[in-house]
């Protein structure tokens, strides 16, 4: 195993300084390139209230290749699969070494918010979202409730 | 006062050298001998580093062969003149042939030193590394003039011929002379 670049050290320090509002990502104590995220739902979106566990990998070649990030907790969104990969331009063709987990998980965030069921992953939900989009967006309301809120 | 600001500027030149050692790890680095490596940064000491003029003397033909004809020698052992009939080509050839025009290709994009005069933070530190620039060291210019580290950026241009922070494509006109030679 190399010793941690010192992009990833940096970034780490600035993620606990300065943290992103609604946006949390602490290092694994066995793994520095492995991160628990957790992001909340943004308000006015049907994922609001909701607290949502991801997990993120930061490669061999990080940063010349993107960081892996899945969702663990559960979530009823067109571009998110039932494994929590996520469908995010950044994080594949339009990765560029000038991201950073932070601008990652700010994407991933905003993706709560904007819904794209033109480019899907989950193909159910995203067909639900495109001809019924109320209840769609009822769907994602239960499954928030249901599988990111604690008790 | 100046002692202090020079041992500040070593500890980060040493920090520098440690990076471009990991950076070659990752087997897209371009294999420059030592030699060559101070040939570069003569050669761009005598480039103005500020503004425009960078981008308009490195396109302006170079008569006496600077140090980007010496790179062309090296690349010779992986990249056979058109004259030359090769046997039939192997997949690894001709990704080595890629690699290696693509090298040539990256090597006509300007080199210069950072003058330090450099106001916002963002621009003080290397996006691809993080590490801040130190004054004289040797960045590479893109078209939008954004700057890198020499071996941070051409890591990425081997992947992607894009300016990782504005995604503009590194000049067109000089891919396709290039490319299609």
Excluded at chain 1, 114 to 139: F, Q
Excluded at chain 2, 2 to 15: E, H, M, P, Q, S
Excluded at chain 2, 29 to 34: G, I, Y
């Amino acid at each position: 195993m190399s010793s941690l670049p010192r992009r990833i050290i940096k970034e780490t320090q600035r993620l606990m300084q300065e943290p992103v509002p609604g946006i949390n990502a602490i290092p694994d104590e066995n793994n520095a390139r492995y991160f628990h995220v957790i992001v909340t739902g943004p308000n006015d979106s049907p994922f609001e209230g909701g607290v949502f566990k991801l997990e993120l990998f930061l490669p061999e070649d990080y940063p010349m290749s993107a960081p892996k990030v899945r969702f663990i907790t559960k979530i009823y969104h067109p571009n998110i699969d039932r494994l929590g990969r996520i469908c995010l331009d950044v994080l594949k063709d339009k990765w560029s070494p000038a991201l950073q987990i932070r601008t990652i998980l700010l994407s991933i965030q905003a993706l709560l918010s904007a819904p794209n069921p033109d480019d899907p992953l989950a193909n159910d939900v995203a067909e639900l979202w495109k001809v019924n989009e109320a209840e769609a967006i009822r769907n994602a309301r239960e499954w928030t409730q249901k599988y990111a809120v604690e008790d | 006062m100046l002692k202090v600001i020079f041992t500040k500027r070593d500890v980060l030149l040493g920090a520098a050298g440690q990076l471009s050692r990991k950076c070659c790890r990752m087997g897209n680095c371009l294999k420059m001998s030592t030699s060559d490596d101070i040939s570069l940064l003569r050669g761009s000491e005598s480039m103005s580093v500020s503004g425009q003029d960078v981008n308009s003397e490195m396109f302006a033909s170079d008569p006496g062969g600077g140090p980007i004809f010496q790179h062309e020698s090296i690349q010779q052992v992986f990249y056979p003149t058109p004259s030359v009939s090769r046997p039939a080509s192997t997949e690894d050839e001709q990704v080595n042939i890629k690699k290696a025009k693509r090298m040539g290709l990256i090597q006509h994009l300007p080199v210069g030193t950072y003058d330090g005069s450099a106001k916002k933070t963002q621009e003080r530190e290397c996006d691809i590394c993080m590490v801040e620039f130190c004054v004289d060291e040797a960045v590479r210019y893109l078209p939008c003039m954004h700057i890198y580290h020499l071996h941070c950026i051409d890591d990425w241009l081997m992947r992607s011929l894009t300016c990782p922070r504005c995604l503009e494509p590194v000049d067109a006109a000089l891919l396709t002379s290039y490319e299609t030679t």
